[in-house]
């Protein structure tokens, strides 16, 4: 099985940054794309930002410009550095993964338990 934990979250002032942290563990063949949702308080859950194996990134428009996705392929670590936060960025952030654990099985989609991110005005 594989597990993604996610760390980083906090409470910081609005302009501030955070850096999110996941790693995946366990049986893990490889790790094609990763990375990071969010749910704030009564609404759905949204994406963020998403980044390749081979590094090619995609980003939410409402976040473009502020947050960077970044991801360390041998620690099987994704990161998401924060920057200019919003008292709307206030939700909480879910680690997302697509994984193989076998060189000949198919990918398989797992998600972190989620870290608070609380950005006050």
């Known amino acids: 099985q594989v597990q993604l934990v996610e760390s980083g979250g906090g409470l910081v002032q609005a302009g501030g940054s955070l850096r999110l942290s996941c790693v995946a563990s366990?049986?893990?063949?490889?790790?094609?794309?990763m990375g990071w949702y969010r749910q704030a308080p009564g609404k759905q859950r949204e994406l963020v930002a998403t980044i390749s194996s081979g590094g090619t990134t995609n980003y939410a428009d409402n976040v473009k410009g502020r947050f960077t996705i970044s991801r360390d392929n041998a620690k099987n670590t994704v990161f998401l550095q924060m920057n200019s936060l919003k008292p709307e960025d206030t939700a909480v952030y879910y680690c997302?993964?697509?994984?193989?654990?076998?060189?000949?099985?198919?990918?398989?989609?797992?998600w972190g338990q989620g870290t608070q991110v609380t950005v006050s005005s």
């Open positions: 997302n993964a697509d994984c193989k654990v076998r060189s000949f099985s198919r990918n398989v989609n797992y």
């Open positions: 366990g049986r893990i063949f490889s790790i094609n794309d």
